[in-house]
């Protein structure tokens, strides 16, 4: 799954970096909620790595397909670090690793 935060285009948006911490925070935090849906319906349970990173993509578009795709150094090195992420885990980017520790955003995560 692949999201993009476009209020993040304006790097002095703490806010919508503090959105993007929570979109994180909740999708690790969802694991478990997912898992007991699936168990209920009998299916396994999944596992999954988050990566973040923060950086401009770009989009195409094919007139043969409905979807549209994202490319851009950002994306491969999303690609790269996600396998670093520990199971059930969060891996940021340099790019955003600086953002968010200019904000302090990321001592919060501490606490």
Do not use: W
């Not at 692949?2 to 304006?10: A, L, N, Q, V």
């Not at 409905?66 to 199971?87: R, T, Y």
């Amino acid at each position: 799954m692949i999201f993009c935060y476009p209020r993040t285009s304006d790097p002095s948006n703490k806010a919508a970096f503090n959105d993007v911490l929570e979109c994180c925070i909740t999708m690790v935090e969802a694991r478990d909620t997912i898992n007991q849906k699936l168990h209920e319906e009998e299916l396994p349970s999944l596992s999954y790595r988050i990566s973040a990173d923060y950086g401009r993509v770009e989009v195409a578009r094919s007139a043969s397909s409905q979807s549209d795709d994202l490319f851009g150094p950002i994306m491969n090195m999303c690609s790269k670090i996600n396998s670093k992420a520990l199971p059930n885990g969060v891996a940021i980017g340099d790019g955003l690793y600086h953002l968010l520790q200019s904000f302090s955003l990321l001592s919060s995560l501490a606490d």
